[in-house]
């Protein structure tokens, strides 16, 4: 051997196992070999599990190259299209190409694929019959679609269906001819395999199952196809799709061992030296693989055992199937069949055309079948890789009517795992890519790794796993927008607990202590820190009116056209005549535009000027409503067992009494509340943050509800029996949000986020926990001031905030 | 940036009040003539006038919003302004008009071009 400090590496196939395996190689040690590819089609590697899309149309051939020409040039590969390898000398270690070219190798890799299985009966070599396996078979297809009408497509598995959905998409009259009763029997049981097929059928596909096929008619051209049974059907163009087989011609010629495929061990060493088959063409543990997820793992094993890194054998796969036609939902994984051994659980529903089965050996997953809804395919596929042990969790994650979270296996998977099968990505391929790049996002992830770039299918495992590195730091589905603001890559919840824990009092030391990149902060965060501060520190914060939004600063709503509106409080939405006639007369003597009854039953005086602020809150000597507030706006009430005949509580009682309770006292978003005498609800309980209905003997509390830009009904928190604990809970309540929801988040989307029964848990159900909610809440209450004293005390305060200077610029 | 660094010779300058008038990051409306201005007090003392017109689509008055160093954010459309240039940040743009502030011995001048009401002062 000469002299030289890299070896010769010989990779014989340019498609995906080939070149997948040179990949992980490169990575793993970039200078070890130079390579030298050849590939019998005229093309760089492709993505051919995408080929049905070519053939839809919904890609061309460019979108699924996997390696561009350049590629293989940065990484110093030679490569030989259009030329396919036809000896190996292993003694002398010497490929012979079809064009005589010869080539020596230190190390071989045989990546040859499969072909299409041609059936051998009469007629198989007349024009117009081909198999359905690469770009040149696509082209064909595309053509013929534009000539003829009938096609056959023969063969009902995986590869057979798609091709068939892809004529039938191009216009043609397609028919299916398949040997077995069932279609896609190698996958799906026959309860599955008859609602595909259904399924099908109303796309337009038609069926010929349970046909041999003997013969094709015709001249030099197909004409149709003759079975077994005696029948025949007219076409005019045929795909055999009846299975694949090894290409292992070159392999066989060299004198490899051979059965079905080339005979490989658990490290991809054929019986010679030196000589590895990886992919389609090899036989491992007696299977020949036919799906793209197992060459990506028998890849990574070659690549490091060809690097001389330590790596586990590779032992089998457990494939799955995902069929990439549109509309139609159809998974497959693992063992299906039921078996007395197995248990199973099953989910069959005709009317929305549903079925599920998962498999369990001793409780472990061990397979499943998805059809009409592979929502949980990506999960279900790492339940059966991982052997997970069936919970009331996952059970209800499967099957159940309700989507319960199933939480987080990220942790679960091996770091060799493949998680994007499309792209052949490892999980440890995205941890590292996330650790050392810094990545916060699955797009970022898609960028740097590959993964989920393709179908898509595994987008949700590889947003898990992110999660699962990031921890705390994850930014969930609205990504960016979790962080609190552009100010800062933390998120609200992080904020708060380092507030908490390191002692910050004023929104500057937060924005110093957690390295804000903006001194001062932005319009995002400077309410929202104000809000947590005062939140955290009810007693020690000092408001800062500088960081509040205009109405809050000035006690009155901005009009659009810089005047204000002011809207007195009216608890529970009870007047008397002398305060009627109190605000009539001040809005004459302030020339007030508009009077409005407003949607939570008080007066807005609307058109005031901000200089006569001040005064008209002096000559009313009403507290101000709020009404612009992120705080307590309204407590909506009915007249109640005072007045009204059906009433069975004072709600206007308690209305006012709650109303004067949490009034000015910070929340989150504004925060409205009603009060109803009885079950006829007429002040509007449904869509009120906390809704409060009387019946005979008992209150019923409803949370949650929103009648303004997102409506939601309230739901039922509980029902309590006594005005104290109904205080207290609404005391709870509300103080639990204080401490949990977001700035401007309001209590409909805080509870989808949270959850009603983590707010019962934490409000209804742990008495502790609620005493502790209601102590927190009285000690914030303590703090709530009447803003409009301070403010018409303070004569210069006045003065700064309500009061323009005006300088005439006319001297004489 | 026609205002930022203007010749005193071109403008009139009228005298609004103290430093102690403005509230640090809390606009003030100030009519000189018919001008409104927003006023700005920043933390580090300097004072900026603009016009009291938001740059947005949906029009109103910029002397509401919340400021950060010296940048404001306009109170109805959340953009982002420059207090010396009144230059929009990106992604909006847009500019709003800058008044020349001046602060000698404790006391607050705003200028006005001449040629805009400025010269009767003269």
Redesign the interface.
Known sequence: MENRDYQRLVVIGNGMAGINTVEQLLKLSPNTYKITVFGKEPYPNYNRIQLSYVLEKSKAVEDIILNDWDWYTDNGIELHTGTSVTHIDTEKKIVTADNGMQVSYDKLIIATGSKPLMLPVPGADKQGIIGFRDIADCEHMLHAADLYKKAAVIGGGLLGLEAAKGLLKLGMDVTVVHLFKDIMERQLDHTASLMLQAELESQGLKFATGKQTEEFLGEERVSGIRFTDGTTLDTEFVVMSAGIRPNVEVAKASGLDVNRGILVDDYMRTSAPDVYAVGECNEHRGICYGLVAPLFEQGVVLAKHLCGVETKPYEGSVVSTQLKISGVDVFSAGEFMDADDLAIVRMHDDWRRVYKKVLLRGGRIVGGVLVGDGKEASRLQQWIRTGTVMTEVIHDAIVGQSSIDTGNTAAELADEEIVCGCNGVTKKHIVDAIEQKGLTTVEEIKGATGASRSCGGCRPVVEQILQFVLGEKYDSAAAKQEAMCTCTTLSRDEVVTAIKEKGLITSKEVRYALDWNNTEGCSKCRPALNYYLGMIWPTEHVDERDSRFVNERMHANIQKDGTFGVVPRMYGGVTTPEDLRLIADIAVKYNVKLVKVTGGQRLDLLGVRKEDLPKIWKDLGMPSGYAYAKALRTVKTCVGNQFCRFGTKDSMGMGILLEKKFERLDMPAKFKLAVNGCPRNCAESSTKDIGIVGNEGAWEIYVGGNGGIKARLAELLCKVRTDEELLDIVSAFMQHYRETGRYLERTSDWIERVGLASVMEVVVTDLDNRRALVERMEIALSQVKEPWSEILNNSNLRERMFEDIKVTTDQN | MPMSNPNAEEY?F????KPE??????G???????VELA?FKT?DGKIYALENQSPGPR???IA??????DVL?D?IC?WKIGLADGLVHAPDTGQVRVYPVQVLEDEVRIG?PKRE??T??D
């Open positions: 009139t009228y005298l609004v009040g008038d403005f509230s640090e990051r809390l003030r409306v100030v009519r000189l003539g018919e006023v933390t029009g109103g008055t509401e919003g919340i400021i950060s160093g954010f109170p959340d006005l009401g400025g009767l002062h």
